[in-house]
Structures are given as structure tokens and as C-alpha cells.
Antibody, heavy 124, light 108 residues
Framework: QVQLQESGPGLVKPSETLSLTCTVS????????WSWIRQSPGRGLEWIGY???????NYNPSLKSRVTISLDTSKNQFSLKLTSVTAADTAVYYC??????????????????WGQGTLVTVSS | EIVMTQSPATLSVSPGERATLSCRAS??????LAWYQQKPGQAPRLLIY???TRATGIPARFSGSGSGTEFTLTISSLQSEDFAVYYC??????????FGQGTKVEIK
């Protein structure tokens, strides 16, 4: 059974960098997309970005200038860095898996496994 | 950006009754739509993908339908464990995703 677990500081000061790591167990990091999603009362569920096992990545345009997602295949981990945070970045952050699955001309890009989520508060 | 609009915001249903949740896309997403269930303090859980395909382990009382811009999630006979918030999500606009704002299914 695939499991994802987020880790990192729960409190970050304004203007600093939010850093989180997601550890994947029970399965390989290969042949999937690995994503970060956040959830807050004001913004609902918001996709942040993803990284493919090959290392290619893509980010939400609204966050692109501040986000970096990286991958460490040797540790079965991927990480999120969000710079210059403000109170608006306070949210529960989830990591999630996306299958690399296409069939009959359609590709299935849903989130099939999620971490439990970690609350990150931006406050001085 | 494709905007996903869910209705109603809250649905009050008695156990054993049918629940029908709607999701509308601002432009066609074909059948590239997923539904998730989220309970308090938990991550969302995949229920349906490709608009109508149940994910592994999802009970048959959950069904999805629709294509293009109009989608429906139906729970045929609500069980106590089904009271939760439900989200739709489009993945037609890959490589970006958008979620609906959610429908809360509460006990009547």
C-alpha cells in the first residue's frame, strides 16, 4: 500500500521560505507525477505544482515565481520550497501522487494517493 | 483557467436517502473529471475518475455521470460514513488542475 507523509516546520515567519518534504513508502517514485496541493478556508483546494519522476516540473502560474519542487529518488522523497511567504500562504499542505496513465486517447491525471496533510502557519 | 462550480454548497440528507451533487465546468472538460470525499481532519480521498469510473475499493453506491460541462455524483443510499465534503476536480486542462469549492453533505 502506497503511503505519503509530509514533514517540515509548522510555523514559518513572514518573508521566509516554507520547506516541506514528502516521503513515499510502499511503492516506487518512478513512473508517476508527484504533486503538492494546499487547502485553506479562503482558497479551498489549490494545486501548487508537480514534478515528474524524470525531473521535469510544472507550477501553478499564480505561485510560479516563488515555488520550487525537487526530487530525491534515492530517498523516495520530493520537496517543496515556497519563498517570500505571507499570511496568505497559511494552509494545510498535502503531497499527492498522480498516475502516468493514458488509454484510448485520454490521460488520467487525478490524485490517487494523498499524504495526511500538514498545517503550516505563517506568523511572526 | 477552468472554473469548477459545485452545487449546492450544503446538502441535508437523511441516512438511507439518495444524494445528488452537481459540478459544472466553465468550459468543456470532456470526461476528465474526478470526485473526492474529505472528512474532517483527513486528506481528500479519490472516489471517481474519468467522470464515472469508481476508484479501487469505492462502494457501488457511489456513481458518477456527465461529460463536457455538467457532472453529477450520486450516492444511492447514504450511510453514516458518507457525511463529508465532496469535491470535483478537472484534469482536462493538463498540466494544470482546478477544484470545485465543495459540497458538504450533512445529516438531516
Amino acid at each position: 500500500q502506497v503511503q505519503l507523509q509530509e514533514s517540515g516546520p509548522g510555523l514559518v515567519k513572514p518573508s521566509e521560505t516554507l520547506s516541506l518534504t514528502c516521503t513515499v513508502s510502499g511503492g516506487s517514485i518512478s513512473s508517476y507525477y508527484w504533486s503538492w496541493i494546499r487547502q485553506s478556508p479562503g482558497r479551498g483546494l489549490e494545486w501548487i505544482g508537480y514534478i515528474y519522476y524524470s525531473g521535469s516540473s510544472n507550477y501553478n502560474p499564480s505561485l510560479k515565481s516563488r515555488v520550487t519542487i525537487s526530487l530525491d529518488t534515492s530517498k523516495n522523497q520530493f520537496s517543496l520550497k515556497l519563498t517570500s511567504v505571507t499570511a496568505a500562504d497559511t494552509a494545510v499542505y498535502y503531497c499527492a501522487r498522480v498516475p502516468d496513465l493514458c488509454s484510448g486517447g485520454s490521460c488520467y491525471r487525478y490524485f490517487d494517493y494523498w499524504g495526511q496533510g500538514t498545517l503550516v502557519t505563517v506568523s511572526s | 483557467e477552468i472554473v469548477m462550480t459545485q452545487s449546492p454548497a450544503t446538502l441535508s440528507v437523511s441516512p438511507g436517502e439518495r444524494a445528488t451533487l452537481s459540478c459544472r465546468a466553465s468550459q468543456s472538460v470532456s470526461s476528465n473529471l474526478a470526485w473526492y470525499q474529505q472528512k474532517p481532519g483527513q486528506a481528500p480521498r479519490l472516489l471517481i475518475y474519468a467522470a464515472s469510473t469508481r476508484a479501487t475499493g469505492i462502494p457501488a453506491r457511489f456513481s458518477g455521470s456527465g461529460s463536457g460541462t455538467e457532472f453529477t455524483l450520486t450516492i444511492s443510499s447514504l450511510q453514516s460514513e458518507d457525511f463529508a465534503v465532496y469535491y470535483c476536480q478537472q484534469y482536462n486542462n493538463w498540466p494544470t488542475w482546478t477544484f470545485g469549492q465543495g459540497t458538504k453533505v450533512e445529516i438531516k
